[in-house]
Each structure stands twice: as structure tokens, then as C-alpha cells.
């Protein structure tokens, strides 16, 4: 069964406002909210319309891509509606059903293969753990009753390579320290010497002002030695007339 449709008869060009208003009417159209329909009666109109739709479009697939469809609507009212390329609805869907076990069977078995895989790995490094801690253990010096000659001669070769690679490492840190310290030396020097060129260049001027507070504290000291006497020979001079009483000059008797 093949549609054809007939050609569509040619129409005159409408003017702009007309094709404005034929677009924004097939927007309207077309454009349909996606929820229930309330009104009973536009629900059971469009189901009846999207059903054929439906069951046209499984037609057509099955017809033009030779594919093997099968199609089952229920109605609100409980309804069937079917459809199926094959001469069976039935086998079409046992082989649906089969093709889910397969699909089922495959993921348990990858299931199960990865969980093997995991088991394995999970054993193999639990054994590679135990030895490493039993080989631990002999190189601190524990377990080693059940150790051969040959192993302990590599395990004393191990320890002194070991050994050799802490001293060269612990030799290379102090050797590090000792260029740092160095350094520091070096920079403390430096700073020492522009220290004592500044000393040396205000030293001048200390020496100046050393003069010239020595020189004042020596005219302090004269001026106290003339105000001292100057009193003593006003005491002098007033006591005359009066019993002389003797007076020491603090500064010596003249």
C-alpha cells in the first residue's frame, strides 16, 4: 500500500499583511501546551486524532525501513489499540522479552567478571603487603630465626647500603648549614666594616665636641672658683668692727 498525495494547486502570492496574519495563525495553531486537557470531550477528540497519527507513523516505519515495530496504546477508558508488523503481536514480543534476559545475562556476567577482577587484585596486594612488612621487620632486626645465611648477608648488604645513603645525606646537610653560616658570615663582616667607616668619619667630630664640652666645663669651674671667693671677701669685709671669728676659704687660706 503506497499513499501519494496530489499536488497542491498554486495560490497567488499574499500581500504582507496577509502573510503576517496566515504565520502568526499557524503559530497559534501549532503551538500547544503540554499538559492534561481538562474538557473530557477535546481529550477524547485529540487522543482519536493522535492515535491515528500514531498508529500511521508505525505503518509507515515498518513499511519504508522493513523494521519489525510493534505498538500498543491503552485509552483512558481502558481500551486496546495495537499494532504489529509481524504476523503476531505475541512474537514480537517474546522477542523483546528474550533480547531483555540476554541483555540481563550479559551485565551479570561483566558484573561478575569485574568483581572476580577486583577479588584478585584485593588478594594480590594483601600478599605483596605481608611481605613487605615481613621484610620490614628483618631490617629492625625482628624475625630472624627463620632466616638463612644468604639472607642475612642481604640484609647486612642492604643495611650498609642504607647506612652509606644516610651518611652522604646527613653529610650534604651539614655541609649546607656550613655554607650558610658562611654566608651569614660573610654578610655580618660587610655590615661590621660600614659600621666602622661611619665611626671613623664621625669620629672627628666627637673629639671636637669633647674639646669643646671640656673646654666649657673649665670656664664652669673657674667662674665657681672666682664667685667663691668673691664671697668670702665680702664676709671679710663685713665682719670688720666685730669680733673676728677666723675664716677658711674653701679654696685654700691665702
Known sequence: ????????????????????????????????????????????????KRRSGLLKKAYELSVLCDAEVALIVFSPTGRLYQFASAT??????????????GTRANDEKVDEAGVEKWKYEATTLGQKIDVMEAYRRKLLGESLGSCSVQELRELEAQLEKSLSS???????????????????EQKLSKENEV??????????????????????????A????EAEEVMVETD???????????????????
Open 1 to 48: 500500500m503506497v499513499a501519494t498525495a496530489a499536488p497542491a494547486p498554486a495560490m497567488a502570492a499574499p500581500d504582507g499583511n496577509g502573510a503576517a496574519a496566515a504565520i502568526s495563525s499557524s503559530k497559534k495553531r501549532g503551538r500547544r501546551e503540554m499538559r492534561r486537557i481538562e474538557d473530557s470531550t477535546s481529550r477524547q477528540v485529540t487522543f482519536s
Open 88 to 101: 503476531d503481536l505475541q512474537n514480537t514480543l517474546d522477542r523483546y522479552l528474550n533480547h531483555m534476559e
Open 166 to 184: 644516610i651518611r652522604q645525606r646527613k653529610q650534604k646537610k651539614l655541609m649546607d648549614q656550613i655554607q650558610e653560616l658562611r654566608e651569614k
Open 195 to 220: 659600621l666602622r667607616g661611619q665611626c671613623k668619619a664621625l669620629l672627628p667630630a666627637l673629639l671636637e665636641l669633647n674639646d669643646d664640652k671640656g673646654r666649657m666645663d673649665a670656664s664652669a
Open 222 to 225: 673657674a667662674a665657681e672658683m
Open 236 to 254: 671679710l669685709a663685713i665682719g670688720i668692727g666685730t669680733r673676728r671669728r677666723p675664716v677658711r676659704s674653701p679654696i685654700g687660706s691665702r
